[in-house]
């Protein structure tokens, strides 16, 4: 059984930093691509960064590019999302999502994932 959490959300002054992790048990470590996502009130989910499963980060959210950074240690089962410069609209639910997948691929769109977990929320005041 998979499972997929989240944790490491809270609430930060605009301009500070917050590290989101995700664990993803029940998966094969390298076998699998992972995803952040996020969800503000009224708002579509939307894609804001994804990483291969081999580690190489491939995409990320215009509005976050050089202030996000994901990576994976695949030895722990765990993603990251360093969240630095953070601005009041940053401020959502962020989710994590995997997808089992032999390519070495991942995609910044929420259909292609297969397993979420519940999120964690990010609140940035200003």
């Known amino acids: 059984q998979v499972h997929v959490v989240e944790s490491g959300g809270g609430l930060v002054q605009a301009g500070g930093s917050l590290r989101l992790s995700c664990t993803a048990s029940g998966l094969t470590p390298d076998g699998y691509a992972m995803a952040w996502f996020r969800q503000a009130p009224g708002k579509e989910r939307e894609g804001v960064s994804c990483?291969?499963?081999?580690?190489?980060?491939?995409y990320y959210l215009d509005s976050v590019k050089g202030r996000f950074t994901i990576s994976r240690d695949n030895a722990k089962n765990t993603v990251y999302l360093q969240m630095n410069s953070l601005k009041p609209e940053d401020t959502a639910m962020y989710y994590c999502a995997a997808r089992e997948t032999k390519y070495d691929l991942c995609s910044g769109v929420v259909g292609f994932y297969t397993y979420w977990g519940q999120g964690t929320q990010v609140t940035v005041s200003s």
């Open positions: 990483i291969r499963r081999t580690g190489i980060e491939t």
